[in-house]
């Protein structure tokens, strides 16, 4: 996720069973991101629109991780498909 700062707190994990969601703000992400997950996980970026999401995992990808992907039209796209949201 990756609104700011103050849109949801600085960062938390929920497991999904097979999906670990967190919270990382944009200017924290690039420091917690190495201690809280590795390098070989898949991960996918999300944020309201797309557009923040796709520059974090070009951001990522420069600091090596390989297998990141951003969520194309963000959680505002999913919902629009159909998608369900906890609240």
């Known amino acids: 996720d990756r609104r ?5 707190g600085d960062h938390r994990a929920v497991d999904h069973g097979h999906v670990l969601a967190m919270h990382l703000a944009r200017g924290s ?9 590795p390098r070989d996980k898949h991960i996918v970026i999300y944020c309201q629109s797309g557009n ?4 974090a995992a070009d951001t990522l990808q420069q600091m090596g991780y390989e297998d990141v992907a951003s ?4 959680i505002n796209g999913w919902v629009d498909d159909g998608g369900e949201v906890d609240s």
């Open 4 to 8: 700011a700062h103050g849109a949801a």
């Open 52 to 55: 923040r999401s796709a520059f």
């Open 71 to 74: 969520m194309a039209r963000g």
């Open 29 to 37: 992400m690039e420091t917690k991101i190495e201690a809280l997950v």
